[in-house]
Every structure is written in C-alpha cells, then in structure tokens.
C-alpha cells in the first residue's frame, strides 16, 4: 500500500543558484542525438546548443515552446551555449540542465531546508561506496552520527494535477542505487533519496510504476528498509533557480 511522507518543516525558503550572467532565449525547433538542440532566435536566425541531459526528457521538449540558455563565453567550444530550462505550453518552468541538481541539493542542505538532516555540517561529493561500484551524490557527516549516504535524482515528468513521477524511462542505475542504500541501513548507516524537483508545475512526488514498476518496488522495499525519501521543489528565472521548499513524497 503506497505510503505517503509528508513534508518535513522547510527552514530557509530564501536560497538561489544564480546564474553567472542573466539567460538568452528563443524557441525551440528540436532536440536531438540526446546532446544537442535547434532553436531559432528571435531575429529568425537558427544556431545549435548544447543540451546538458541525457535522459528522455518526456515532457520537456515540445517544437516552439520558449528555451533559456546560458553563453559560456568560450570560442573554443563547439556548441558555446547550454539549455538551461524551458517553458512549457502552460506555463511551467522546467529545468533541463542535469547538471544544476547535485548543486541545488546541497545548496538545500547548506541552508538546512531539510529539518531532518540539519544536524550534519560536512558533506562530501561523489563518494565511492556499495559493493555495485557506486557513487554516492552527497555523502554528509557528522562526529556523533551516523554518516548519511544521499542520492539526488532529478524530477521534471509532471503527470496531471501536480503529480510528478521519477523516472521518465526504466532505470538500472537508479535500481541499483535503491540496492546500495539499502545495504547501507542494514550496514547501520542513514540513506536518503532526495527528489530535487526544478517544474514549477509539480506539487508532490511518487516513482513512476507505470514506466518502471521494478524502481517503484524497489522504493518500496527502500523505505520498508528504513531507506528516508524527501523531495524539494525549485524554480527557474532568467536570473537563477530559486529553492522554493519542501514538497510530499508517495511511495
């Protein structure tokens, strides 16, 4: 039976990623060969960007809708600027840059926007442990507690009514993370999943059955375990991504 858990009290509602200079954007023609994107500019011109995510992006890359991307201001990169979120039809902001998820959480956790894991006041990246040679995303410490292994998965797949789910596509990798976690209780350690969810449109979180039943009941079998489940939701603007809070979680 799905169990719900419920938001825990958001301390610091008043965090962003700023961006280094404010976003460019124009509209998307297509998103191709999982790395690249067309899109035409407002003056008609179309150039090709780099698109930072490797996954389906279900959801997020419909032909016209409004892409805001970045300028490295390097000349010698091929594809100089990156998709950094998108408009959708009705509105919502999404963020498809990946690679600002790992940030985000632990800027959450910095700001202690997660009352159950305040107490920890060092965290670590990319941490190796697990027998399935795995990376832990963050891995926080703190003398007199145990050490806490969290995995960040990224969320952007908005059903209906709020709904978001995770993944958008079968996972053998987020499967085997669920695993790894797993054996951390047993080992007498914290595991957490933290859903880091930058769509402005999703209100609450569950795993995505219908697309990968064997992650669903893996989490399943995660938070039996004693495996922890949190989810923070953030918003995108020309400027940054704002982290807006804390939001529930249905196993």
């Known amino acids: 039976m799905p169990v719900q858990w419920k938001a825990p009290p958001t301390v610091n509602k008043e965090e962003q990623m700023k961006f280094e200079a404010p ?3 124009a509209r998307l023609i297509k998103r191709y060969k999982r790395f690249l994107a067309d899109i035409q500019l407002d003056d008609g011109s179309e ?3 780099h698109c930072p995510n490797t996954g389906a992006m279900t959801g997020c890359a419909e032909a016209g809708w409004r892409v805001y991307y ?6 010698k990169r091929k594809y ?3 998709w950094e979120w998108v408009e959708n039809d009705q509105g919502h902001h999404i963020v498809v840059n990946t690679g600002r998820a790992n940030a985000l959480a632990e800027q959450a956790l910095q700001a202690q926007m997660l009352a159950p894991l305040a107490a920890y006041q ?6 190796k442990y697990g027998h399935e040679n795995s990376r832990i995303d963050l891995l926080l410490q703190q003398p007199d507690l145990p050490d806490c292994y969290v995995e960040v998965k990224n969320v952007t797949l908005l059903a209906e009514n ?6 958008d596509a079968v996972t053998t990798r987020g499967q085997k993370h669920l695993r790894e976690l797993m054996a951390m209780v047993t080992a007498g350690h ?3 999943i933290l859903f880091l969810v930058p769509h402005s449109g999703i209100t609450r979180v569950a795993p995505a059955a219908h697309i990968d039943p064997t992650y669903a009941e893996l989490c399943q079998q995660a938070q ?7 989810a923070i939701s953030a918003q995108a603007n020309a400027n940054g991504i704002d982290l807006v809070g804390t939001i529930d979680v249905t196993i």
């Open 70 to 75: 970045s300028d490295s201001n390097n000349p």
């Open 80 to 82: 100089r600027h990156s």
């Open 224 to 230: 039996q375990s004693g495996v922890e489940f949190y």
């Open 23 to 25: 976003l460019q954007s």
């Open 162 to 167: 709020g709904q978001g789910y995770f993944p």
């Open 190 to 192: 914290r595991a957490c």
């Open 47 to 49: 150039i090709t960007i």
């Open 122 to 127: 060092q965290i670590r990246r990319e941490v």
